[in-house]
């Protein structure tokens, strides 16, 4: 087994754990959010002039997600093309679904891995989606 796989490209885990860990010929990816590297800014966070989180722009925490998750596979020596398993997770399902499944299909157009879809009612931090990722660690042809 290898040790945990860090990179300043893609945002700190916000916990004790690394961005992924290659198993055999398997990569994890721990959930990766829509957090800005270097600045952990959240993508698409609206707030009040108090700092009070008034809503989201959907389309932008997800374009940092899929960003992120490629930065990670990037560090990991592994592209999206390698991606086998996709779990997501939405804060609102009925209202973001339509408009995840349309920027999936733009960014991982070409990827043919499985995927979930989960409706949840919170994430550890004021995002409205989260992706866990499985890849195939890439072999010499």
């Known amino acids: 087994m290898s040790a945990g796989i860090r990179t300043d490209t893609a945002p700190a885990p916000v916990g004790a754990y690394p961005h992924a860990r290659r198993v055999g ?13 270097g600045d952990g800014h959240i ?13 989201y722009d959907f389309d932008a925490q997800c ?3 899929f960003a992120n998750v490629a930065a990670v596979l990037q560090a990991s020596g592994a592209a999206c093309s390698d991606l086998v398993d996709i779990t997501v997770f939405l804060t609102d399902l009925p209202r ?8 999936y299909a733009e960014h991982f157009a070409g990827v043919d891995a499985c995927r979930t879809t989960v409706g949840i009612s919170t994430l550890p931090t ?3 989606i989260e992706l866990k990722c499985i890849a195939a660690w890439p072999t010499a042809g």
């Open 25 to 37: 010929n398997l990569l994890f990816l721990s959930g990766v959010g829509p957090r800005r590297p």
């Open 96 to 103: 973001d679904f339509a408009t995840y499944n349309r920027l």
């Open 63 to 65: 374009r940092q997600v």
């Open 43 to 55: 993508a698409g966070n609206v707030h009040d002039h108090d700092g009070t989180l008034t809503g």
């Open 126 to 128: 004021p995002i409205a």
